[in-house]
T-cell receptor, first 114, second 113 residues
Framework: DVKVTQSSRYLVKRTGEKVFLECVQDMDHENMFWYRQDPGLGLRLIYFSYDVKMKEKGDIPEGYSVSREKKERFSLILESASTNQTSMYLC?????????????FGDGTRLSIL | RKEVEQDPGPFNVPEGATVAFNCTYSNSASQSFFWYRQDCRKEPKLLMS???SGNEDGRFTAQLNRASQYISLLIRDSKLSDSATYLC??????????????FGQGTELSVKP
């Protein structure tokens, strides 16, 4: 079974802090993704990466950056947290070789910015 | 028009009922289609992929209609445990780089005793 592990289930931070969300997958997947999910807005793609050190902006990259130094790890960084970044953050991974391969999600991190 | 659209529901059905969800997509070049299930406050989990010829997994049947650009999910003999939100997902870049998926907003299903 694919295992995608996010570092925290719940996180509370303060406005202006730099926040790191970590995601690790154990299936040697090339693709990794960060989403946020908000009521009424569904899943929105923040950033994705299809290889080590490669990254591309998703639909809502503003206020975020990412890091992919190793294949198994994809980090999401909130440079200066703001209250409108309070959300559920989901990491996912998938295999690049077959477009019919689905994405597999981590448990999610519920982030509250006070 | 949204790239992927679903009726948000909620669908309230009695146990044993048959329920069907549709999901429309705008990109006619899309090639990969999926249904995910998401329980409250949990992550989405893959329910099933959707193949061109349609496919079935127990009580669940998925179909693809390319001409009308929609996929469907049929649940027969609904169980209380089927209560969840069902998300459809369509690939954004056919064959492509990154395997990006576009998700619908989800359809909420509530199965009542």
């Amino acid at each position: 079974d694919v295992k995608v592990t996010q570092s925290s289930r719940y996180l509370v931070k303060r406005t202006g802090e730099k926040v790191f969300l970590e995601c690790v997958q154990d299936m040697d997947h090339e693709n990794m993704f960060w989403y946020r999910q908000d009521p009424g807005l569904g899943l929105r793609l923040i950033y994705f990466s299809y290889d080590v050190k490669m990254k591309e902006k998703g639909d809502i990259p503003e206020g975020y950056s990412v890091s992919r130094e190793k294949k198994e790890r994809f980090s999401l960084i909130l440079e200066s947290a703001s209250t409108n970044q309070t959300s559920m953050y989901l990491c996912a991974s998938s295999y690049v070789g077959d477009p019919n391969q689905p994405q597999h999600f981590g448990d999610g991190t519920r982030l509250s910015i006070l | 028009r949204k790239e992927v659209e679903q009726d948000p529901g909620p669908f309230n059905v009695p146990e044993g009922a048959t329920v069907a969800f549709n999901c429309t997509y705008s990109n006619s070049a899309s090639q990969s289609f999926f249904w995910y299930r998401q329980d409250c406050r949990k992550e989405p989990k893959l329910l099933m992929s959707v193949y061109s010829s349609g496919n079935e997994d127990g009580r669940f049947t998925a179909q693809l209609n390319r001409a009308s650009q929609y996929i469907s999910l049929l649940i027969r003999d609904s169980k209380l445990s089927d209560s969840a939100t069902y998300l459809c997902a369509v690939n954004k870049s056919p064959g492509g780089q990154g395997g990006k998926l576009i998700f619908g907003q989800g359809t909420e299903l509530s199965v009542k005793p």
